[in-house]
């Protein structure tokens, strides 16, 4: 086995430990791995770095000598060698590069630099032996670039640039991601340990809680006209003061589509479709206090033709100005909008963008903004696994998600009519104690 393929495997194995962990001392054992890990974990890449650089290198020349060509006879030897006689080496430096993903998976056993030869024997054989070789090469290098633009590249020189630049940028974030293995796995492991730190999970959609069953349950899933889905899930419990409740914490996504004019540069005007993607962050859970409402802070969802039909205000001005409530009927929004639950929503819309509190008519609640839940960062890496360790074995809290589920709860402690009844029962007591002792003091 070569040396790549042993790295690879060795690497494979640290992830696969840390999916598996089950705790925070799972994972601070795979530090110590790192640290004292007996077999190779670098990867050995000065061809592929190589070629990688080849490519960089003769992008930017291309688009330099497309150009100058034109107009300078001098630069007509270095423009025959990067642009017309590119059918010759840029087959070879591709080939090149997939064949060391292909080795390093263990499809191709024989070593790097051996494959490095058989395709540069193969290129030269296919020049003696394919005349044709290079007006198919050109042909191709055409069609495809007038595919990727469709059609706004007419010229196979510039087709050839494209392409340069999307190759060697593909083999700059390969190479840098393999490079930079440490990184990424250490940011896993960091969440997986914060997941653990506040009793956080991550789990599949349930049948409920998946895409299709939440768009038909909550109007917060029907966001822009595109593609939509649920990027994370994870699940916890929540223990209150007063209430304890399940829930799944997750990460939605869904893209907007519009239309964008812009000039053609002959006096007319050309139209294409753009995509943009966006996110929200939120969480689910049971909520048996109210029903059937939708209390929004942003216009983007379209309520007509959902079951909010109601509109509502309060009497509080500066939650009007911040939210639009909807509900089945109007008792159901008036009923849970006291003024201390305006209040608490009031400052929900301080602490997160654009929320969205919708409660289904059988009592489950969707609380969602665009804030990211999961902003804690770690300080340290695998690249200095003591620091790492330490960090590890610490504790790291969730702040924004604690924030949310303090709100969650504290929406449930004013809704509770349990907790409303028992604050009247008390109120209550208060002023009848009070009236007996003024009648024994009279």
Not at 222 to 249: A, C, P, T, V
Request: proline fraction near 3%; charge should be neutral; aromatic fraction near 10%.
């Amino acid at each position: 086995m070569q040396h790549n393929q042993i790295v690879a495997k060795h690497i494979a194995k640290l992830r696969s430990d840390v999916d598996a962990a089950t705790s925070q001392d799972d994972l601070l054992d795979i530090i110590t791995q790192v640290k004292n890990h007996q077999g190779p974990l670098d990867y050995r890449d000065k061809i592929t770095h190589g070629i990688k650089w080849l490519l960089i290198s003769a992008s930017v020349l291309s688009i330099v000598l497309i150009f100058m060509r034109l107009g300078y006879e001098q630069v007509e030897p270095l423009a025959k060698l990067v642009i017309d006689y590119s059918c010759y080496w840029f087959p070879v430096a591709l080939s090149s590069l997939l064949v060391s993903f292909c080795h390093e998976r263990g499809w191709l056993p024989v070593p790097m630099s051996v494959n490095v030869s058989l395709l540069v024997a193969a290129m030269v054989a296919v020049a003696i032996y394919v005349p044709e070789w290079p007006k198919i090469y050109w042909a191709l290098m055409y069609g495809f670039g007038y595919l990727i633009s469709a059609g706004e590249i007419d010229d196979k020189q510039f087709s050839l640039w494209l392409m340069l630049i999307i190759v060697s940028s593909l083999a700059w974030v390969w190479l840098d991601y393999r490079a930079n293995w440490r990184k990424h796995l250490s940011d896993k492991i960091f969440l997986r340990d914060a997941l653990f730190n506040n009793g956080l999970k991550q789990t599949k959609p349930s049948p409920e809680d998946k895409l299709d069953a939440l768009e038909k349950q909550f109007v917060e899933f029907r966001r822009g006209n595109g593609s939509r889905d649920i990027l994370q899930m994870f699940e916890g419990d929540y223990q209150g003061e007063q209430h304890s409740f399940s829930y799944k914490l997750y990460h939605f996504q869904y893209t907007v589509k519009r239309k964008q004019t812009s000039s053609d540069g002959n006096g007319g005007y050309k139209t294409k479709t753009v995509y943009e993607d966006r996110y929200r962050y939120g969480m689910l859970l049971d909520f048996p206090f109210a029903k059937g409402l939708c209390i929004d802070a942003e216009d983007e969802v379209k309520l007509k033709g959902s079951v909010y039909q109601e509109k509502y205000q309060t009497e509080s001005n500066a939650f009007n100005d911040i939210y639009r409530v909807q509900a089945c009927n109007k008792i159901s929004a008036a009923r849970l909008l006291s003024p201390a639950v305006i209040e608490s929503l009031i400052k929900l819309n301080q602490n997160f963008i654009s929320p969205m509190v919708e409660i289904t008519a059988d009592g489950r609640l969707c609380i969602a903004s665009s804030s990211k839940l999961i902003i804690e960062k770690r300080k340290h890496s695998l690249a200095k696994p003591d620091e790492f360790y330490k960090e590890i074995a610490g504790h790291t809290e969730l702040k924004r998600v604690q924030k949310l589920l303090d709100a969650i709860h504290e929406l449930m402690r004013l809704s509770d009519n349990n907790f409303v009844n028992q604050q009247t029962t008390d109120a209550h007591e208060t002023v009848v104690d009070s009236s007996i002792k003024m009648e024994v003091n009279n």
